[in-house]
């Protein structure tokens, strides 16, 4: 889940000035590369936003899905190749894309604003200070639900079995009205595909040697990845002698 969440808060921080959103990378196999109109770069990642004028690049072998919002379809492409993104798709450089889906329209208005909703996202039901608890549900808002819900299982008969859209739209919706433990299936099923389809691979883990003074105690050994014991466990058994 943390992986989930790290991904969405860096693609939210790319937001290049003096251009419009126009899209998404709602998955990304291998590297890329985007080039805003300014002349800046920063590495291509899920979930990240693209603007009108951007420049796409893929690596040989990678693969992308471009999500459109103005023109609500998701593109499929396949490196080597480059595009151009415009309010309705793309204007390929080099290459096609291999294939060009249909998206229900309700779809990607709730996409426009997925990375910056997740920066004051709870995720899975984890409850933090500030965070607004479940509201009672009004008949408006159970039929905002129920469609999305509809619309969800639809995308997901529809789309390739490894597409993340599907979830990244209930998730948004799901987040509207506040709903954390309807939350949880979902994030965990965006875990599943991230897992079994992205790109992103941890190897292993590197053995950790700490030292601290003698006159500090509270510290256990562990087979966390955090330092000096998850750091005292949180700070709760650290104490001077």
Do not use: C
């Not at 490196?79 to 309700?106: N, Y």
């Not at 079994?196 to 003074?213: C, M, P, Q, R």
Request: aromatic letters at 8%; proline letters at 7%; charged letters at 20%.
């Amino acid at each position: 889940m943390l992986r989930v969440i790290l991904l969405l808060v860096a693609a939210a921080a790319w937001a290049p000035a003096g251009a419009q959103d126009a899209g998404l990378i709602s998955a990304l196999a291998g590297t890329g590369r985007v080039l805003a109109a300014d002349g800046s770069a920063i590495t291509a990642k899920s979930f990240m936003k693209l603007r009108e004028a951007d420049r796409v690049e893929l690596a040989p072998g990678s693969e992308a899905h471009l999500v459109f919002f103005g023109s609500a379809t998701e593109e499929r492409w396949r490196g080597p190749a480059s595009l151009r993104v415009t309010p309705k798709g793309s204007a390929p450089i080099s290459g096609a894309p291999s294939a060009v889906l249909k998206l229900p329209e309700k779809v990607t208005p709730q996409l426009t604003a997925l990375p910056e909703r997740v920066q004051l996202a709870n995720l899975a039901g984890v409850q933090v200070r500030g965070v607004k608890p479940p509201r009672t549900l009004t008949d408006a808002d159970k039929k905002a639900l129920e469609d999305a819900r509809a619309a969800y299982r639809r995308m997901n008969a529809e789309l390739p079995p490894d597409d993340i859209t599907p979830e990244l739209y209930l998730y948004s919706v799901l987040q509207d009205h506040l709903l954390y433990n309807d939350m949880k299936p979902i994030v965990a099923e965006m875990q599943n595909l991230e897992y079994t389809s992205g790109g992103y691979i941890v190897w292993g883990f590197y053995n950790l040697v700490d030292a601290f003074s003698p006159k500090v105690q509270g510290f256990k050994p562990s087979q966390g990845t955090l330092p000096l014991g998850s750091y005292g466990n949180g700070f709760r058994t650290i104490a001077f002698k």
